[in-house]
């Protein structure tokens, strides 16, 4: 199993571009995540999935969307690129239910700047 | 205010234990989380604890649960350098009919010589 991919690893970005952020799982996981990592700062989820076609905001919503055609994939998107979304993007994903009850699988990261 | 708190930094010995302590908001959390991350790395699940436990041990680490005062901590023993890292105190949250893990803002721990 590859596990959580996330792609692009880097990217910079204008003020008022658009991008969108891939994720993808080969675990079958129901549940996927979106977080975001300021610098020197803890994780803020952004959106939530617990199953294709569904979808549900986080704590920090604004300025992004996501879909979920699928189980496996979960891309985040960015409309109009601003400063204050230059972070660190981890996709997660987890069975959300069993022994290890929500255990989250995180890809590497996406290290996005906006300028 | 945030769900899950813990302190910004601990700086230990090498060979001393670390203690990473965390406070939880949610009672009814059923699952308590430390992850790992190294650096320009994403996060490893370390350890887990059942709500139901008190004490949870596994070779060098140690979770305490209070579930009284919703407090969690991660003991390291022997603390060596490859436990450098920022060590993240998580909780499994019900929201409605789903679960979400909320996070904390993590704790850097680095070791001295």
């Known amino acids: 199993n590859a596990g959580v991919t996330q792609t692009p690893k880097f990217r910079i970005l204008k003020i008022g571009q658009s991008m969108t952020l891939q994720c993808a799982q080969d675990?079958?996981?129901?549940?996927m995540y979106w977080y975001r990592q300021d610098p020197g700062m803890g994780l803020k989820l952004i959106y939530y999935s617990v199953g294709a076609g569904i979808t549900d905001k986080g704590e920090v919503p604004n300025g992004y969307n996501v879909s979920r055609s699928t189980t496996e994939d979960f891309p985040l998107r960015l409309e109009l690129a601003a400063p204050s979304q230059t972070s660190v993007y981890f996709c997660?994903?987890?069975?959300?239910?069993?022994?290890?009850?929500?255990?989250?699988?995180f890809g590497q990261g996406t290290r996005l700047t906006v300028v | 205010g945030e769900d899950v708190e813990q302190s910004l930094f601990l700086s230990v010995r090498e060979g001393d234990s670390s203690v990473i302590n965390c406070t939880y908001t949610d009672s009814s959390s059923t699952y308590l989380y430390w992850y790992k991350q190294e650096p320009g790395a994403g996060l490893q699940l370390l350890t887990y604890i059942f709500s139901n436990m008190d004490m949870k041990q596994d070779q060098r680490l140690t979770v305490l649960l209070n579930k009284k005062d919703k407090h969690l901590s991660l003991r390291i023993a022997d603390t060596q350098t490859g436990d450098s890292a920022i060590y993240f105190c998580?909780?499994?949250?019900?929201?409605?009919?789903?679960?979400?893990?909320?996070f904390g803002s993590g704790t850097r721990l680095s070791i001295r010589p």
């Open positions: 675990m079958n996981h129901n549940y």
């Open positions: 997660a994903s987890s069975y959300g239910t069993g022994k290890r009850g929500t255990e989250a699988f």
């Open positions: 998580a909780e499994s949250k019900r929201d409605s009919s789903a679960s979400k893990i909320i």
